[in-house]
Structures are given as C-alpha cells and as structure tokens.
C-alpha cells in the first residue's frame, strides 16, 4: 500500500481532471469515484481515486473554497524528448505557461489549474515518475522536521533543491522565491495512511498545528501544508456499506478533528 498520497481539490473538475491526467501516462487508470452526500451546511462532493505512473492520487470535487496555486506542483521527469514535448504540449493546451526554459520545458498551469514541471533526464533512471514539488518559506527547516516525523525517511540536498523521501514516497522541497501570492493552502494535502489509532495520535501531535484548519482528519503543520491523517482502510471505513451506514459514518466524521476510528465505527455499526 501506498503510505502517503497526494491529495488534490477541485470546485467541480476533479473527475475530468483526473480523466485527462490518465490519458497522458502509461500504467495510469481512473480506479473509482464516490459521491458523498453530505448534511448542510457542508456540500456534497465527488471523490476521485485514480493512479498516474502507477502512484495513486485522490481528488475531490467540493467547492471553491481552495484554488491551485504554484505553491505546489507535480515534476514530470521524462527519459526522452520525444516525450517531454508531448506531455508539455497537451497539459499547455488551454494553459498558462508560467516560465519558458526551452525544449518544451518549464513551469505550467493546466487547464484544471493545477500546475506542472516537465524535465527531461535521459541519463537517469527514474523510480518515480512523477513527484509533487512544494515550496516553503524555509524548505531546509521544513524537511528536517518532516524527516524527524517520518521514521522511515531521508534527504538529498543539490544546491535549492531538496529530494525528501517518506516512507517511499518521494518529495521535492525548495525555497519559495516565486510571487509572495503563492502559499500552500487544502488544494494540496498529503493523506497519511496510518496503521491503528496510535499511528493517527502519533502524526496529529506532529502535525496539526493551526486549530481553525482541524477538520475531519485534516490537519495543517507549521510550515503551512496541509494532511490527512487517516486509518489505511478509511475507504472501506467510509465508502463501503449501506447508504444509511455511509451516512452515519460521514455526519460522524464530519463533527470530528482528530479521527477517532473507534466512534466511527461504532457509528457505522449503528451503535
């Protein structure tokens, strides 16, 4: 199982987005979508669970209450320039190219606004192909504390670029020198499957540090970026049942901060 996934938030695009996304990468498919119905004065919203390269993302369609910046990114590394010029050429398709570096390479907003980076590394393997890169007041600061957090984690520094690994999920870290607007808010969340309650107390205590963000399992740090601190079967927990289950568990869930697993299953038991 994939430990940490990258977590996208959309008004209403999320399921296009995700469709166009597939059709760009081998070993990519839309895996599922859920819809949740939810009480007022929360809306309704559409999960979408898809893989691109063989690494899952989730996206949700809930609203515009956040909008993708390039506070966060994803790199796409390609091994030949066949391909970067494809890739680069369908995501500016209905685009804004933010920062041209010739070749088909750069800094692009799709159409869905999410923004990308196309490199091309021909004289390195590529383990993984796609990697979220995310932009701090002080990267270094941050990534010393993530790797304190994360047991199973390491750092490599080349000048501003800082590669963080967590739990096998790679990361890109680097100081934010683009416009002061930019700052990393809920488009972009990381989820942490966790393996019991003791996982979840474990990340939140590290993790959640603006009150007013606590909602639902979602959490923000210190340095602003957002996480879903979550149980490794949240979505069997939450999108597996009957539609009355479902209900009890999302209106229990929804009054919660810290995810109590215990409550919401008792809640789906009807307990």
């Known amino acids: 199982m994939q430990r940490i996934i990258p977590h996208l938030w959309y008004d209403k695009e999320a399921k296009e987005a995700a469709l166009f996304y597939t059709k760009l990468f081998e070993n990519s498919n839309l895996l599922y979508t859920h819809n949740i119905e939810s009480p007022e004065p929360f809306p309704d919203a559409e999960v979408v669970v898809f893989e691109l390269a063989g ?51 750069g800094l692009l907003q799709d159409r869905f606004g999410l923004t990308w980076q196309v490199k091309l590394v021909e004289d390195k393997d590529i383990d993984q192909k796609i990697v979220p890169c995310l932009l701090f007041a002080d990267a270094n600061q941050a990534a010393q504390y993530y790797k304190q957090v994360f047991n199973n984690s390491s750092i490599v520094q080349d000048n501003s670029l800082i590669s963080l690994q967590l739990d096998g999920f790679n990361l890109i870290l680097k100081d934010n020198k683009l416009n002061q607007d930019y700052e990393l808010n809920e488009d972009f969340s990381l989820i942490i499957n966790c393996k019991g309650q003791q996982e979840i107390d474990y990340f ?61 299953e008792r809640a789906k038991r009807g307990a």
């Open 204 to 264: 939140w205590d590290r993790l959640s540090h603006v009150q007013e963000a606590e909602s639902c399992g979602w959490c923000k740090d210190k340095f602003g970026l957002s996480w879903q601190v979550l149980p490794e079967d949240w979505e069997k927990l939450c999108y597996d049942g009957t539609k009355e289950e479902l209900k009890r568990v999302n209106q229990t869930m929804l009054a919660m901060k810290k995810i109590d697993i215990e409550e919401l």
């Open 55 to 105: 690494i899952r993302f989730i996206a949700i369609s809930a609203g515009p209450y956040f909008k993708l910046n390039p506070a966060s990114s994803l790199v796409v590394y390609c091994s030949t320039q066949e391909e970067v010029k494809r890739i680069w050429t369908t995501l500016a398709d209905s685009g804004k190219i933010l920062e041209s570096l010739g070749e088909s390479q």
